[in-house]
């Protein structure tokens, strides 16, 4: 019942977008307006929020090295993949190979797994990719949609001019310096939640319905989608087992950590990712193979369960 619970909420809102295109309530129009209320206000709000009120030490302060290293690693694989994947889809690839879906799919299933009085085991993974996703990883997206050539410079000062970048990085220094926490803890708490939480709950359904309006299964993309999912899968697999080792070595054994890093690197790459995308038909392709690739993650989800209990 607890995968139903998590994974029923996120299939009904994709259906709900689909069927939102089907029968033309919202128009094309009006989901790219969508995608820039949630890119420039709701994301940044959520990220910088998330960021500012995570938990910093040393431990904090490795794994996320490590996860970093891993991104990026992946990420430059994917280049090196591109060859197995023939067709206008190829040049998404290094992007549908790295980064990972935490809010939607890996915190959930983490959590109905090892309590929700552990998310913050799992939450400091996703500080690397916040910090990845939001500045190299989405800055690159733009310059290959646009059939730019790979441009270091330009990336840079793209990256700094991105709201999420700039929540990410206001949101660090926040953390660290615990202003927000103090924030929260003074009468000016309730205010500052009520805030945040009316700027961001919304924010979750609108990306689901971004990814349904997007989403289209038909013959044609069936065979780049399950090409793209074999892939990823077969380098988070190596990846796992990198990133294991490197956290055995470094921090330590803790089983609730592994458990951490085998649920969140077996989730589906961003969802957010449709709503920085402005080519329709790359748009289809990434929200297909990700919906999909949901299959995978709660396919792991209970091999863990059955493996713990």
């Known amino acids: 019942m607890n995968v139903l619970e998590i994974v029923l909420p996120v299939l009904v809102m994709i259906v709900v977008g689909m069927l939102c295109r089907k029968w033309k309530i919202l128009t094309r129009d009006g989901i790219n307006n969508m995608k820039v209320l949630v890119t420039n206000v709701m994301l940044p709000v959520a990220i910088f929020h998330a960021l500012a009120t995570a938990e910093y030490n040393k431990e904090t302060g490795i794994l996320i090295l490590i996860m970093f290293v891993?991104?990026?690693?992946?990420f430059g694989l994917g280049f090196l993949l591109k060859p197995f994947l023939k067709g206008t889809y190829q040049k998404y690839l290094p992007f549908m190979v790295?980064?990972?879906e935490g809010g939607l799919m890996a915190y959930p299933l983490y959590t109905s797994l090892c309590g929700s009085e552990n998310l913050s085991?799992?939450?400091?993974?996703?500080?690397?990719?916040?910090l990845f996703g939001f500045s190299v990883y989405m800055g690159m997206l733009g310059q290959v949609e646009n059939g730019e050539k790979i441009d270091v410079k330009k990336l840079f000062f793209s990256a700094l001019k991105t709201p999420a970048f700039i929540a990410s990085i206001l949101g660090i220094i926040a953390g660290l310096s615990?202003?927000?926490?103090?924030?929260l803890d003074s009468p000016f708490g309730g205010v500052y939640q009520s805030v945040e939480n009316i700027l961001t709950t919304s924010v979750t359904a609108i990306i689901l319905l971004v990814v349904g309006y997007s989403m289209e299964l038909n013959a044609k993309l069936l065979k780049p989608c399950i090409a793209t999912i074999i892939l990823r899968v077969l380098l988070q697999a190596v990846m796992i087992a990198g990133v294991l080792v490197a956290v055995h070595y470094l921090v330590g054994d803790d089983r609730l950590v592994n458990l951490a890093i085998i649920s969140y690197m077996s989730a589906p790459a961003t969802f957010s990712?449709?709503?920085f995308m402005?080519?329709?038909?790359?748009?289809?392709?990434?929200?297909?193979t990700n919906s999909m690739y949901c299959l995978v993650s709660i396919l792991v989800y209970i091999i863990m369960a059955v493996t713990i209990y």
Request: glycine share 6%; no cysteine; charged share 20%.
């Open 98 to 100: 790295s980064v990972y």
């Open 278 to 288: 402005k080519d329709e038909e790359g748009s289809t392709y990434v929200s297909t």
């Open 70 to 74: 891993m991104l990026v690693v992946s």
């Open 273 to 275: 990712m449709q709503t």
């Open 178 to 183: 615990k202003v927000i926490l103090a924030v």
């Open 121 to 130: 085991r799992i939450a400091v993974l996703d500080i690397a990719g916040l």
